[in-house]
């Protein structure tokens, strides 16, 4: 049983910064990629954020300069950084993981429950 437990989702006023964390427990061998995804009120999910293993990274266009990710190889964790919030980034944002269950398998994808962050103007 693997779960992904997200924190750090808040409201917030515009300029403003949260810090999400999300941590993997359970039986797992090795974690590939980590990313934050969201999803606004009538839109699809999107990615926000991804960072491999070896701690490669990329972004969406929309939040470069503005959102860090980082993770914790040795906790299982991976946090998102937001710096300078916009009313847009508002949705709930949810972690995603790429896990090993036992070597010499694939990974599979798994998703943490969501975290709400609400950025007002």
């Known amino acids: 049983q693997v779960q992904l437990v997200e924190s750090g989702g808040d409201l917030v006023q515009a300029g403003g910064s949260l810090r999400l964390s999300c941590a993997a427990s359970?039986?797992?061998?090795?974690?590939?990629?980590m990313g934050w995804y969201r999803q606004a009120p009538g839109k699809q999910r999107e990615l926000v954020a991804r960072?491999?293993?070896?701690?490669?990274?990329n972004y969406a266009d929309s939040v470069k300069g503005r959102f860090t990710i980082s993770r914790d190889n040795a906790k299982n964790t991976v946090y998102l950084q937001m710096n300078n919030l916009k009313p847009e980034n508002t949705a709930v944002y949810y972690c995603?993981?790429?896990?090993?269950?036992?070597?010499?398998?694939?990974?599979?994808?798994?998703w943490g429950q969501g975290t709400q962050v609400t950025v007002s103007s």
């Open positions: 359970g039986s797992i061998f090795s974690i590939n990629a």
């Open positions: 995603n993981a790429n896990i090993v269950l036992r070597i010499l398998r694939n990974g599979d994808d798994f």
């Open positions: 960072i491999t293993r070896g701690g490669s990274t």
